[in-house]
């Protein structure tokens, strides 16, 4: 079955940089897009960034030129490089795909932004 592990969220203060990491299995990672969502605390999940099975890339305005997002087809991940991480960036990060006419999410991981 799909399945989506987050990993490498934490504390960071302003500033600061984090490499977010999704491993993925139970499909054939390099023909789908794969997403980054976020959910900040009290607010609905908004889009962060798309990677497609090409390599084009799509962010959010509101992370474009902070965050990169990269996949790794060998090793079935991808990844997410945040810099210049501000208190507005604070939320829980999830990975997500849609296959077989599902979409798919890991459990996310939390990225506080705080000093």
């Known amino acids: 079955q799909v399945q989506l592990v987050e990993s490498g969220g934490g504390l960071v203060q302003p500033g600061g940089s984090l490499r977010l990491s999704c491993a993925a299995s139970?499909?054939?990672?390099?023909?789908?897009?794969m997403n980054w969502y976020r959910q900040p605390p009290g607010k609905a999940r908004e889009f962060v960034a798309e990677i497609d099975k090409d390599g084009t890339t799509y962010y959010a305005d509101s992370v474009k030129g902070r965050f990169t997002i990269s996949r790794d087809n060998v090793n079935n991940t991808t990844s997410l490089q945040m810099i210049s991480l501000q208190p507005e960036d604070t939320a829980q990060y999830y990975c997500?795909?849609?296959?077989?006419?599902?979409?798919?999410w890991g459990r996310g991981t939390q990225v506080t932004v705080s000093s």
């Open positions: 997500q795909t849609f296959h077989n006419s599902e979409f798919y």
């Open positions: 139970g499909f054939a990672f390099s023909n789908y897009h």
